[in-house]
T-cell receptor, first 110, second 114 residues
Framework: QKEVEQNSGPLSVPEGAIASLNCTYS??????FFWYRQYSGKSPELIMS????GDKEDGRFTAQLNKASQYVSLLIRDSQPSDSATYLC??????????FGKGTMLLVSP | NAGVTQTPKFRILKIGQSMTLQCAQD?????MYWYRQDPGMGLKLIYY???????DKGEVPNGYNVSRSTTEDFPLRLELAAPSQTSVYFC?????????????FGAGTRLSVL
């Protein structure tokens, strides 16, 4: 059974701070890793994907992958109240499906 | 840019009734998925399809059926609705598998079974 674990939160940070979201996965054969953002009552939307060890930056977002330790993280710099949402980590093991974590709720206070 | 379209947005069913949740995509994607999301939980895969005529079970298929007669459409059938099927249902599609399995989601169908 492939598992993806996330702290459910909520993670509370003040506006302008760095938010750090973490995810661990059980399948060592996992190849691709995704972060989705889901606003309350809305559908998930992709914000980052990462495939190799190291960091990947896109604007205020940085995804970090460490396959040896089986964790992936998402950093959000200069957090804004509009970043308040649930962040879902998803992992692909090379087949046709993704395994999702339960998500971490992020609250950014003005 | 329609993307993935789900209908209806909301529905209330009585126990034992049946219904079909519709999903259509206009991106010519081969891969399509049905998930359910319960409060505070992640997405659980119900069924998926890798192309027209090909479907397979996901993590929680009991009580559901699917078909994929065209690339565009992937309806989800609920037979004999039960309160345990009260959930939000998301359909998603992807143009690739494996490393590039970036899934695009519809707006969801909120279903209550009373």
């Amino acid at each position: 059974q492939k598992e993806v674990e996330q702290n459910s939160g909520p993670l509370s940070v003040p506006e302008g701070a760095i938010a750090s979201l973490n995810c661990t996965y059980s399948d060592r054969g996992s190849q691709s890793f995704f972060w989705y953002r889901q606003y309350s009552g809305k559908s998930p939307e992709l914000i980052m994907s990462i495939y190799s060890n190291g960091d990947k930056e896109d604007g205020r977002f940085t995804a970090q992958l460490n396959k040896a330790s089986q964790y992936v993280s998402l950093l959000i710099r200069d957090s804004q109240p509009s970043d308040s949402a649930t962040y879902l980590c998803a992992v692909s093991s090379g087949y046709s499906t993704l395994t999702f974590g339960k998500g971490t709720m992020l609250l950014v206070s003005p | 840019n329609a993307g993935v379209t789900q209908t209806p947005k909301f529905r209330i069913l009585k126990i034992g009734q049946s219904m079909t949740l519709q999903c259509a995509q206009d991106m010519n994607h081969n891969y399509m998925y049905w998930y359910r999301q319960d409060p505070g939980m992640g997405l659980k895969l119900i069924y998926y399809s890798v192309g027209a005529g090909i479907t397979d079970k996901g993590e929680v298929p009991n009580g559901y059926n699917v078909s994929r007669s065209t690339t565009e459409d992937f309806p989800l059938r609920l037979e004999l609705a039960a309160p345990s099927q009260t959930s939000v249902y998301f359909c998603a599609s992807s143009g690739d598998s494996g490393a590039k399995n970036i899934q695009y989601f519809g707006a969801g169908t909120r279903l209550s079974v009373l």
